[in-house]
């Protein structure tokens, strides 16, 4: 095998000559030749920026989540009001990157519409991968969103449980005191009557009937009243137990059914979409069956003169 001779010098001294030649100097050499190594960062389109913007709100409200997970979930570390605030601080933040993933979904929607050419196909093929990608793109994002919102619900669902077990053994010990008041009362009553019996026979002796009578009414009026108020108490506390098994319920279900709503949209988008693709269709059929009904009369039409010309040659002949 013939050994070729390595011809790269040659060829950089020509490229210098003409390179001088063309009035280039030294320095616009070399800052061409760096150009070539070290190449300039790509001017990053709208659609990337708003991506990587949505992207680092997301990791700053996943950060914000870490950060305050022990205060939100702790009940000695923060106060009520507190917890409201950084659910509130979460709440806002998750409805902004929310919009910023339907701002993106809208620009997709909007250049997937003006790329459609005639008959809603698309011309490009490299503009439909481009399409493709950004749909890539807005449903990494909405994973990772709905990824961070399950695990503030996580939190949430534990608030709301540590509320309701607050909320039972505090209706038990109320119900418990009240019974044990109760007893005690009773007890404290019988005491002087069990110590004092010859006085209050004495007593009963010289008491008249109708005062005792009275006395007897509002003993059992009180403790009417008595089981009544506690009857109300843990009507009160059961209440308000389902009260907070409701809003947890509640929140989660308008996240399913935010969830469902985007479902919807797109089956919407996707009816109305094959609806006009129908309508396009019908009009092509439409079209088609003229043109067979034009070409089938230009034909029996050849027929015709063509049969009269042999005829006609015929009888000329």
Known sequence: ??????????????????????????????????????????????????????????????????????????????????????????????????????????????????AKGWLAIRSDKSNADTIAHKHGVVLILSERLHSVTSKFDQMRAIRFQDAINRATPRRKLKTLSSSNSMEISNTKKLEPRITNTSEVREFDEVRPEPIRVQEQLLDDETRALQVELTSLLDAVQETETKMVEMSALNHLMSTHVLQQAKQIELLYEQAVEATTNVELGNKELSQAIQRNSSSRTFLLLFLFVLTFSILFLDWYS
């Open 1 to 114: 095998m013939a050994k070729f001779r390595d011809r790269t010098e040659d060829f950089k001294d020509a490229v210098q000559r003409v390179a001088l030649s063309l009035d280039y100097n030294e320095s616009k050499m070399a800052a061409i030749l760096a150009s070539f190594i070290m190449h300039k960062p790509r001017q990053r389109s709208p659609f990337t920026k708003a991506a990587l913007k949505t992207l680092e709100s997301i990791g700053a409200l996943e950060q914000f989540l870490l950060k305050h997970r022990k205060d939100y979930v702790d009940l000695h570390r923060t106060t009520e009001q507190e917890r409201d605030s950084i659910e509130h601080e979460v709440t806002v933040f998750i409805k902004a990157c929310q919009e910023q993933i339907d701002v993106l979904k809208t620009s997709i929607n909007d250049e997937e519409a003006t």
